[in-house]
């Protein structure tokens, strides 16, 4: 069992930054590789950016990439949204979530998520 808690969420002007965190209790989050998805408004939960357990490989959502970084410190137990040049579209409830395995792109294949913190970027 792993519980997640997302923090650094708030209001933000559009070209501005914001840094996510998602702490992670147990002792295993070091085997689980970790996803953050966000989800607007009525609509579905997108993926954003997924990171490999050990931290070397990571990927992101062509809407994200480029000004997004995700990364985790395994000693901490805490990963990282960085989020660079946020447009008024970046708005949603952002989630980590983590999972055995590699990441993926599918919120379906995610084992553990956290509650959500909100992002609202203004124009």
């Known amino acids: 069992q792993v519980q997640l808690v997302e923090s650094g969420g708030g209001l933000v002007q559009a070209g501005g930054s914001l840094r996510l965190s998602c702490a992670a209790s147990?002792?295993?989050?070091?085997?689980?590789?970790m996803g953050w998805f966000r989800q607007a408004p009525g609509k579905e939960r997108d993926f954003v950016a997924g990171?490999?357990?050990?931290?070397?490989?990571?990927i992101y959502a062509d809407s994200v990439k480029g000004r997004f970084t995700i990364s985790r410190d395994n000693t901490k137990n805490t990963a990282y949204l960085q989020m660079n040049t946020l447009k008024p579209e970046d708005t949603a409830v952002y989630y980590c979530?983590?999972?055995?395995?590699?990441?993926?792109?599918?919120?379906?294949?995610?084992?553990?998520w956290g509650q959500g913190t909100l992002v609202t970027v203004s124009s």
């Open positions: 147990g002792r295993t989050f070091s085997s689980y590789a």
């Open positions: 990171i490999t357990s050990g931290g070397g490989n990571t």
């Open positions: 979530a983590v999972k055995w395995g590699s990441y993926h792109v599918n919120p379906a294949t995610y084992d553990f």
